[in-house]
C-alpha cells in the first residue's frame, strides 16, 4: 500500500464521515465495505434489501422503503420544480439509488457517496450536479486520478495526479486551463507540503510539432498563466519532456516545470483515459478515481474495472473530502 493511501485512512480514522454506498448489489461493494468498517475509514450506509446484505457495523437501508424517502423526495420535487418535476415522479426517482444516496448528502444524512462499479461515470453525475450542484466558482467539473507508481524519481515520490482521465471528453484551451488550476488545488490539498507542478500535455514540446492539439495546449497554457500566474505550470510537453530529466534539459532547458511535473494535464479524455490504464496495468500502479472536483459536497465515480480495495481508496479519499469541506 502507498505512503499516499496509509495517510488519507489515517485522517479518514483521525475524523469518521459518513459515506453512503448505493451499489449494494455489487459482491466488490460488500466485499469493500467489510474492510472500511473493520479499518474503522468511515461510518458506511449501503442502498439495497437489507435481507441480502450482511456488514456488521454498517446501516443498510432500501430507498424502496426507508423513512426518508417522502422528505427527499420532497426536497427534489423542490430543487427540479423549474424542469417541471412532480412530486409523484420525485417519489419514483428515489427508488434509484443513487439518487436516493445523493439526496442524502444533499440533507445532511452522509457526507459523501461514492458510486459507479456497476454503474456508469453519467450515472454518479447526474445526480450530484441536479442535486448538489457545483462548488461556488466553479466553471468546470472535471476528474482525476491519484496515481501510486513504483517509480519514486517521478512525481512526488512515485505519486503523481493525472487529469481528466474520466469526464471531459475534448476539452477546449479554457477549459483544460480551467483543469489545470483545479488540479493544483487538489493536489495542494491531498499532498501537502509537495508544490504543485502542472505539466501541459501534448505531442509536441514548446512548440516542436504543428497541429490543432499543440495550439489548443499551448492557448490553455497561457490562459492559466494569467489565471494562476503564481502556479508552476508549463507546457506544451511531451510526456518524457514533463518526467524525466535528461529529456527536459535537451528539449525544455528553460522551464521549471519539465522533468520535474508532479500532475500531468491530458489534451482530451482519449489520451488520459488510455494512459492511466496503460500505467496501471502495466507499471502495477495504484489508481484511485476518478476522483471528481468541481462539485459541491464529495461525490465520487469507480471505475467500472475497479477492485474491491480500489473501493476501500476512494472512500478514503472521499471522507477526507468531507473533512476539508467542513
Same mark, same amino acid.
Given at each position: 500500500?502507498?505512503?499516499?493511501?496509509?495517510?488519507?485512512?489515517?485522517?479518514?480514522?483521525?475524523?469518521?464521515?459518513?459515506?453512503?454506498?448505493?451499489?449494494?448489489?455489487?459482491?466488490?461493494?460488500?466485499?469493500?465495505? =467489510?474492510?472500511?468498517?473493520?479499518?474503522?475509514?468511515? #461510518?458506511?450506509?449501503?442502498? @439495497?434489501?437489507?435481507?441480502?446484505?450482511?456488514?456488521?457495523? /454498517?446501516?443498510?437501508? +432500501?430507498?424502496?422503503?426507508?423513512?426518508?424517502?417522502?422528505?427527499?423526495?420532497?426536497?427534489?420535487?423542490?430543487?427540479?420544480?423549474?424542469?417541471?418535476?412532480?412530486?409523484? $415522479?420525485?417519489?419514483?426517482?428515489?427508488?434509484?439509488?443513487?439518487?436516493? @444516496?445523493?439526496?442524502?448528502?444533499?440533507?445532511?444524512?452522509?457526507?459523501?457517496?461514492?458510486?459507479?462499479?456497476?454503474?456508469?461515470?453519467?450515472?454518479?453525475?447526474?445526480?450530484?450536479?441536479?442535486?448538489?450542484?457545483?462548488?461556488?466558482?466553479?466553471?468546470?467539473?472535471?476528474?482525476?486520478?491519484?496515481?501510486?507508481?513504483?517509480?519514486?524519481?517521478?512525481?512526488? #515520490?512515485?505519486?503523481?495526479?493525472?487529469?481528466?482521465? @474520466?469526464? #471531459?471528453? +475534448?476539452?477546449?484551451?479554457?477549459?483544460?486551463?480551467?483543469?489545470?488550476?483545479?488540479?493544483?488545488? &487538489?493536489?495542494?490539498?491531498?499532498?501537502?507540503?509537495?508544490?504543485?507542478?502542472?505539466?501541459?500535455?501534448?505531442?509536441?514540446?514548446?512548440?516542436?510539432?504543428?497541429?490543432?492539439?499543440?495550439?489548443?495546449?499551448?492557448?490553455?497554457?497561457?490562459?492559466? #498563466?494569467?489565471?494562476?500566474?503564481?502556479? /508552476?505550470?508549463?507546457?506544451?510537453?511531451?510526456?518524457?519532456?514533463?518526467?524525466?530529466? &535528461?529529456?527536459? $534539459?535537451? =528539449?525544455?532547458?528553460?522551464?521549471?516545470?519539465?522533468?520535474?511535473?508532479?500532475?500531468?494535464?491530458?489534451?482530451?479524455?482519449? &489520451?488520459? +483515459?488510455?494512459?492511466?490504464?496503460?500505467?496501471?496495468?502495466?507499471? !502495477?500502479?495504484?489508481?484511485? @478515481?476518478?476522483?471528481?472536483?468541481?462539485?459541491?459536497?464529495?461525490?465520487?465515480?469507480?471505475?467500472? !474495472?475497479?477492485?474491491?480495495?480500489?473501493?476501500?481508496?476512494?472512500?478514503?479519499?472521499?471522507?477526507?473530502?468531507?473533512?476539508?469541506? $467542513?
Amino acid at each position: 500500500m502507498s505512503d499516499f493511501l496509509d495517510r488519507m485512512k489515517a485522517a479518514a480514522k483521525a475524523d469518521k464521515k459518513t459515506i453512503v454506498l448505493p451499489e449494494g448489489e455489487d459482491p466488490r461493494t460488500i466485499e469493500a465495505a =467489510k474492510k472500511i468498517v473493520e479499518e474503522g475509514l468511515a #461510518n458506511l450506509i449501503i442502498l @439495497g434489501d437489507p435481507a441480502e446484505i450482511d456488514v456488521p457495523g /454498517a446501516t443498510v437501508i +432500501n430507498p424502496r422503503t426507508a423513512e426518508r424517502k417522502e422528505a427527499y423526495a420532497a426536497k427534489f420535487a423542490e430543487l427540479r420544480a423549474k424542469k417541471g418535476v412532480t412530486l409523484p $415522479e420525485a417519489r419514483e426517482q428515489m427508488n434509484d439509488a443513487t439518487y436516493f @444516496g445523493t439526496m442524502m448528502v444533499k440533507m445532511g444524512d452522509a457526507d459523501g457517496l461514492v458510486s459507479g462499479a456497476c454503474h456508469s461515470t453519467a450515472n454518479t453525475l447526474r445526480p450530484a450536479l441536479q442535486i448538489l450542484k457545483t462548488a461556488p466558482g466553479t466553471k468546470l467539473v472535471s476528474a482525476f486520478f491519484i496515481m501510486c507508481t513504483k517509480t519514486p524519481e517521478y512525481g512526488e #515520490n512515485g505519486t503523481l495526479l493525472f487529469a481528466d482521465c @474520466g469526464l #471531459n471528453i +475534448n476539452p477546449t484551451a479554457d477549459e483544460l486551463s480551467e483543469i489545470a488550476i483545479a488540479s493544483a488545488d &487538489s493536489w495542494r490539498a491531498f499532498m501537502p507540503g509537495a508544490d504543485p507542478k502542472v505539466a501541459m500535455l501534448s505531442f509536441s514540446t514548446m512548440g516542436s510539432a504543428k497541429g490543432d492539439v499543440p495550439a489548443k495546449v499551448q492557448e490553455a497554457v497561457q490562459l492559466a #498563466n494569467e489565471k494562476a500566474p503564481e502556479l /508552476a505550470l508549463d507546457g506544451d510537453l511531451q510526456l518524457d519532456a514533463a518526467l524525466v530529466k &535528461s529529456v527536459a $534539459e535537451l =528539449k525544455a532547458p528553460h522551464s521549471s516545470v519539465a522533468g520535474n511535473a508532479n500532475i500531468l494535464v491530458f489534451p482530451d479524455l482519449e &489520451s488520459g +483515459n488510455i494512459g492511466y490504464k496503460l500505467v496501471q496495468r502495466f507499471a !502495477g500502479a495504484e489508481a484511485y @478515481g476518478p476522483v471528481l472536483q468541481g462539485i459541491a459536497k464529495p461525490v465520487n465515480d469507480l471505475s467500472r !474495472g475497479c477492485s474491491a480495495d480500489d473501493i476501500v481508496g476512494v472512500v478514503a479519499i472521499t471522507a477526507v473530502q468531507a473533512q476539508m469541506a $467542513e
